[in-house]
């Protein structure tokens, strides 16, 4: 999520020597600054120093380890920190930031490496609105932004848009699998099912995203898309993506006390 975060930047406008990024592993270190022609460097408080925004992406069990030893940097400048590890709660980095220090969360998801991220962000009410203006123009490199007015609903948005692609993408596959069985050969199955998934996609974010009326649209009383729709809803698939969707919030919140400081 970093690198197309600043792939994202550097599109939209951002001068290299804007960024700073703080990468402990070597190879990923040289790769960011060979990639992107910016400055790479292991030492966290270097790459922080004097920033006015933060950007935090790392894995949530690292989140508490990069921050506190920030704290003393972060109280001289006071930047906004925009979080995009999953699941740790804005208390739990506030308290890690030595406090004072403003706060956002922010739940992209992996087409953020394409430029098209949904983003769902939160931010506590006494943020400045300029602060979330920050945020936003931030976020907004890698996709659409959209803005939750309470801070447990980024667990909903985590199991929703930000674990989703891997449920388009299982359909997909099981689409492919099933055309193979048909009497597709396995490539041009395979072709087929990403070739919809793509489509589908451009045209459910190129009109007013009414999905409904897309789907029915498609659907031909007594052709073929009405017999596979029904055979779905004989099979359960609403209480099954129901449930999925409910599992992957409930382990998002078990996550998210996995953090608690």
């Known amino acids: 999520m970093g ?3 600043i792939g994202g930047l550097l599109r939209s406008g ?11 592993q070597a190879s990923a270190r040289a790769a960011v600054a060979r990639d992107f022609g910016i ?10 120093a004097g920033a006015t925004i933060v950007v935090l992406a790392v894995k949530p069990q690292d989140a508490a380890t990069v921050l506190r030893p920030l704290a003393a940097a972060f109280a001289a400048v006071r930047p906004l920190l925009i ?3 999953a699941g740790v709660r804005i208390a739990a ?11 956002i969360r922010a739940m992209p998801n992996r087409p953020a490496r394409v430029g098209a991220a949904a983003t769902a962000v939160y931010a506590p009410p006494a943020i400045a609105r300029d602060q979330r203006g920050a945020a936003e123009r931030v976020l907004q490199a890698v996709g659409d932004v959209f803005w939750v007015r309470a801070e447990e609903l980024l667990d909903v948005v985590t199991a929703l848009s930000g674990s989703g692609p891997a449920y388009f993408f299982l359909l997909a596959e099981l689409m492919a699998e099933a055309g193979t069985e048909l009497g597709l050969e396995s490539a041009m199955a395979q072709r087929l099912a990403a070739a919809t998934l793509y489509g589908s996609g451009l045209l459910a974010h190129s009109g007013d995203s009414d999905l409904a009326r897309l789907r ?11 017999a596979a729709l029904r055979a779905f809803e004989a099979a359960g698939l ?9 599992a992957a919030t409930q382990r998002g919140r078990e996550l998210a006390l996995q953090t608690a400081p």
């Open 3 to 5: 690198r197309a975060l």
């Open 14 to 24: 951002t001068r290299p020597e804007q960024l700073s990024v703080a990468e402990s």
């Open 39 to 48: 400055t790479a460097t292991a030492d966290n408080a270097a790459a922080v």
């Open 83 to 85: 979080s995009v590890a």
């Open 93 to 103: 980095l506030e308290s890690w930031c030595g406090g004072g220090v403003p706060v």
């Open 216 to 226: 029915e649209e498609v659907t031909s009383a007594g052709g073929t898309t009405e």
């Open 238 to 246: 609403r209480a099954t993506v129901r449930a999925a969707l409910a």
